[in-house]
């Protein structure tokens, strides 16, 4: 178990993949798909909804998968801030808003493998760049919507294609990973990047964004 600090206070990472969740704004399906969660209510759905609230500073106890007064509170502070109303009930609304600013656990250890696979080498502010890349796709109109459809998209990243993505990530590719998550952007709004940027004309033709390590990032 890795342990790192910020500004939410202590996040503790395991070292399979999908162990936290951390604020990103990120599309998110229709609010009428999520089923209400109030007290007394259990599951791993409502380990869900406690992790989120973890990690956005709204709930300090453990995700122990059982609604209670704690977990009530919680939403409740959430509900103030996101301008819902204040009933402590994580109904389709506030679930919807919550959903909006987080990333799900599976996808941060996706992001993980892809920061490892993709520039496990390279400096840390790069690795971060990767994952923000990922991210900045969800986001424009010409990449697919989710990060699991836009990592799984035909050709899109070289280490999916060859094998290389399903080693296992270390702290340090999580640690970058949850870094994007929380909005930290190295690439500048970059949308692609190589490692030998000269063999391609396409690329060249792109707007750098960055240059960090052996990687240049371009949108």
Partial sequence: ????KTKYGWLLIGVMIGSLLLPQQQKASAATSYVALSVG?????VVD???RLRMLGYLTSAAD???????????????????IVQNGTAGPTTLHALHKVTVSRPDLGRL??????EAGGEPFKGQIAVAAVVLNRIDSPNFPDTIEKVIFAPGAFTTVANGQYWKLPNAEAFSAAI???KGIDPSNGGLYFNSAPADSEWFQSLTKTATIGGH???K
Avoid at 1 to 4: A, L, S
């Fill in 1 to 4: 178990m890795y342990v790192f």
């Fill in 41 to 45: 209510s259990t599951g791993d759905q």
């Fill in 49 to 51: 909804l406690q992790e």
């Fill in 65 to 83: 998968g059982k609604f209670g007064a704690g977990t009530k509170k919680a939403v409740m502070r959430f509900q103030k801030n996101a301008a």
């Fill in 112 to 117: 993980a493998r892809v920061v490892y696979s």
């Fill in 179 to 181: 870094q994007a998550a």
């Fill in 216 to 218: 240049v990032f371009v």
